[in-house]
């Protein structure tokens, strides 16, 4: 199912590189999460503090979790 991280990463004006580091993971991880593969809880957890969304709202960002 696809995400929206890539919509609301551009939406606040972040690069990749600096979504990773406000995260905890690496750049690499960010590419793969937009690019519509899976990632663990804990890592879409920490997707969503980094962009200021709040675990209720996590349905915006990642569907599959609504």
């Given at each position: 199912m696809p995400n929206h991280v890539k919509r609301e990463r551009e939406?606040?004006?972040m690069s990749r590189a600096e979504l990773a580091r406000q995260a905890g993971i690496s750049p690499v991880t960010i590419?793969?999460?937009e690019a519509g593969l899976s990632?663990?809880?804990a890592t879409k957890r920490k997707i969503l503090?980094?962009?200021g969304v709040s675990l209720l709202d996590r349905?915006?960002?990642f569907p599959?979790?609504?």
């Open positions: 939406a606040r004006l590419d793969r999460i990632c663990r809880i503090f980094a962009l349905g915006l960002i599959e979790l609504a």
